[in-house]
């Protein structure tokens, strides 16, 4: 994807407004483990350390395709708030993991 577009979408006032309404419907909560997150501006009150990074995730990919296609990028069906952890879950859960280890349906990392 071309980082000008995704950069001018991500930092566009629609953007951040939809990303704030999300948070807001899910109680600042990531929508998968369901642990605080935190948000710029709305979630300050949650102490530190029992908050995780909050990004709000496109269920459908965004491409340089769909990037203007506001059903994809806009679209609250296909968005949720997660935690960098568990949106990292997403995007990484097919990568292999030194030999001896996986992941358990937490997403721990153990020795097998």
Do not use: A
Not at 67 to 78: F, G, K, Q, R
């Amino acid at each position: 994807m071309s980082y000008g577009l995704r950069k001018d979408f991500y930092q566009s006032k629609v953007w951040k407004d939809v990303r704030k309404t999300i948070w807001l419907k899910q109680n600042l909560l990531c929508n998968r483990c369901h642990k605080p997150v935190y948000v710029d501006g709305i979630s300050d009150w949650i102490p530190k350390e029992k908050r995780r990074t909050g990004i709000v995730h496109h269920k459908e990919y965004l491409t340089d395709l769909n990037i203007s296609d506001d059903n994809i990028t806009l679209n609250e069906d296909n968005l949720e708030g997660v935690c960098k952890e568990c949106h990292e879950k997403e995007h990484h859960q097919d990568m292999s993991t030194r030999k001896g280890y996986e992941f358990d349906e937490s997403g721990n990392l153990i020795y097998n």
